[in-house]
């Protein structure tokens, strides 16, 4: 029965959760702009304190890949990766609109087959980080960075009903709201919890990542701001 530790920094939320067997033992999290670097490792502690458990105690790490905060993936993925190194433990690495996708279907609804999932995350203005999947997580359209407007999903809105989910979601309510098929849930943010399920697949079936040479997945190229007067 594996305890494995889990991290979610894809968004401003930053989340980490302990869970063994796929059953989430407690869950930390809080959304606030720029606190990963602040708070991932006291979180880490707090969990496993929480839990009775200790670091030897476990059996891997995983952790949300991407896409999402360039900032926030590069925390997450050090991090996890040095406590990997420090405790000689396999590296789960989980995309983050699929691990969405998997916590909403378990935690919020029952689906039929023309039920589809379109995790979302913010990636600035009117442009999110998304993928639709159908009612058993299998992939409709791959990951890829969209700007939304109305006629987004027209073509699989016709004949589906589409959850959308997530901070990317919640700020195009107003576009997508506009289809009767489709359904936008805007207080449903990313979290640590949502990686249990296939964190355990991962583990049952030795899917790990090289600790040494593994990268978040970007998506796109880090733009700087630029700094204010």
Do not use: W
């Amino acid at each position: 029965m594996p305890l494995i530790l889990q991290i979610e920094t894809a968004t401003q939320t930053c989340s980490v959760a302990l869970a063994k067997d796929g059953n989430v033992l407690g869950t930390i999290q809080k959304t606030e702009k720029n606190i990963h670097a602040s708070h991932i490792t006291l979180f880490i502690d707090d969990i496993l304190k929480q839990s009775g458990k200790a670091y030897k105690d476990l059996d891997a790490i995983a952790v949300s890949m991407g896409p999402g905060s360039y900032t926030g993936l590069r925390i997450g993925v050090s991090t996890a990766k040095g406590l990997c190194y420090a405790l000689d433990k396999p590296l789960i690495a989980i995309n983050s609109l699929e691990a969405m996708a998997a916590g909403f279907k378990q935690k919020c609804f029952s689906v039929n087959a023309n039920t589809l999932f379109c995790p979302m995350i913010d990636a600035r203005r009117m442009e999110v980080y998304y993928s639709i999947f159908d009612n058993h997580l299998n992939i409709i359209e791959e990951t890829a960075a969209k700007i939304i407007d109305q006629e987004s999903f027209n073509d699989l809105l016709h004949d589906n009903k589409i959850y959308f989910f997530g901070d990317g979601a919640a700020k195009c309510e107003d576009v997508l709201g506009l289809n009767l098929n489709a359904r936008v849930i805007d207080d449903y943010l990313c979290n640590a919890d949502d990686l249990t399920f296939l964190a355990l697949e991962k583990f049952k079936n030795k899917d790990f990542v090289d600790v040494a040479y593994f990268e978040p997945f970007y998506l796109k190229d880090f733009v700087a701001g630029k700094k204010s007067n």
